[in-house]
């Protein structure tokens, strides 16, 4: 037997509290963002995916105007970096409601990073940062889809491995990503499941077999 519920009944705050509990896990991309007056500000979203892959855009969503939204939208600029778990319980306090004046990277004792394409540091700790320009944003609701063109990915040498085929890539244990989960859950890297994707020419039954 199902539970039905719908958002009307339930009303925005509460059927966000389901959506994010059901909507898991959810990667987290810790934004770096510069304010027109030049304060760094750093702060994890959890709404964060892949949105476009020629040409490579990212997307994370602002519920509500926050600082990272509100300096993207004057400055065009921002950097995503990986939420690793070695730095949990400074991402957390990153999204500490800090006055905007004040920058979460001295704040929380982060290490500022001169980026490469873009003028929003990144976080030296992180073994990930992905340069991006605004590309668009996407109002919807009480939220904002932001969209960034990748313009440069800077990733420690030392998380790479060489596959038996020859490929050279990041390999998922040594980033050790964080997710979001529901409530104050969030989740490591747990066992990892390796499958290939079936073709269907290969697929049983094609051809009569």
């Avoid at 998380?159 to 964080?178: K, M, N, S, W, Y």
């Amino acid at each position: 037997m199902r539970k039905d519920l719908t958002p009307d009944e339930m009303g925005a705050g509460p059927f966000y509290k389901l959506l994010t509990s059901v909507v898991v896990p959810r990667p987290i991309a810790w934004v770096s963002t510069r304010s027109a007056g030049g304060v760094n500000n750093l702060a994890p979203h959890s709404f964060f995916t892949v949105a476009c892959v020629d040409p490579p855009v990212l997307q994370f969503t602002s519920v509500g105007r926050k600082d990272s939204l509100r300096n993207v939208s004057e400055t065009r600029e921002f950097v995503i970096c990986l939420a690793t778990e070695p730095m949990f319980e400074k991402i957390n306090a990153t999204a500490t409601d800090f006055p905007s004046e004040i920058s979460e990277f001295a704040e929380v004792g982060l290490t500022e990073e001169p980026s490469a394409t873009v003028t929003p540091p990144r976080v030296a700790e992180s073994p990930v940062a992905l340069e991006c320009v605004l590309h668009a944003n996407i109002e919807l609701g009480n939220s904002t889809a932001v969209m960034g063109r990748v313009t440069h990915a800077a990733i420690d040498s030392d998380v790479f491995v060489t596959d038996e085929r020859g490929t050279t890539l990041p390999d998922i244990h040594r980033l050790a990503p964080l997710a979001r989960l529901g409530r104050n859950e969030w989740s490591r890297l747990g066992e990892v499941l390796e499958i290939t994707r079936i073709a269907y020419r290969d697929w049983p039954g094609h051809f009569g077999e």
